[in-house]
């Protein structure tokens, strides 16, 4: 009998936590008028310690983007549409975590990878067939982006990316020499590098590196957008295989990327999910991709830029650190 009521508790208990379950969890979406970033904001964790409750996650996101006019309702701007989405991807990934500890669940994952799922779900709104199934003209609906417009917005995307990652190589090797080396003259720092990466000496009595707002919260974290943008491409490139509407992998990339959290380590959901270890092959192609004429030499510079994620941010440092090409790593 004794064993029977506690069959019976566990049972009513399993059910009470896959009836909670039931409820994937609960996004907030806020207008505001405080600036264009979008917030998101997220309360998330799994079994409570004690009762073994499972607890919903809770995403916000507050935004502040094209009001409707006298005429028009609101039109997002594609700019608009892909910070939606960007953000949509830290909702995601918290919204679908497993995790049965609060503090590893949703985007509670090593700083350098939280990224990754945000800026790999920007890629869905530079496809001509995502697109079309959510936008058209605001007078008549059937009309859609035309293609040869969408292939001209690829390519001014891509125009100068070489001076674009450039700039975020600079900006993370002299975010991490500000943290790391017992620096006296911040600006000599700067100039350093400015001339080293971009081949351009900085102005004299300039000291940009006072609005670079970055170096306080990230501390030596600011490579991590140019890092986990690698890892978005590649595990993007499974969808650009298989489809990026095809269910199946989608469910895979929530069961393998996004339910874990931070249970795994960056590097084994990338495994798991790709297949194979990860690499900057997707990411490389999707920069040069639209270019007529494909520079391959600059391939070797851009490849320089990161391996794979590491389990401590010191060693992920390090890491990309010694994986930086000579020119760049010399200040
Ligand atoms: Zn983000």
Redo the contacts with the bound molecule.
Sequence with gaps: MYFTAIALVLVVRAGLRALARNTIGRVTLSDSPLGTLVLTAVSTTAYAFNDGKWQTPVSAMVCNFTKPTATDPSLLSHDEVETYF??FG?VMHNLLTQSPIGYFSGTSVYRDFV?AP?QMLENWVWNADVLASLSGNVKDHSKKLPKDLLDRMIAAKNLDNGLKYSRQAFFALTDMRYHMEPTTNTTEVWHDGMKNIFGIAAADGTHEEGSFGHLFGYEAGYYSYLWSEVFAADMFSRFEKEGVMNPATGMAYREMVLAPGGTKEPIELLKTFLGREPNQEAFLHASYHYRKSRRTDDAPRARSICRSPDASASNTIRRARSNLSPTAIRW
């Design positions: 960007h953000e830290h990224e945000s």
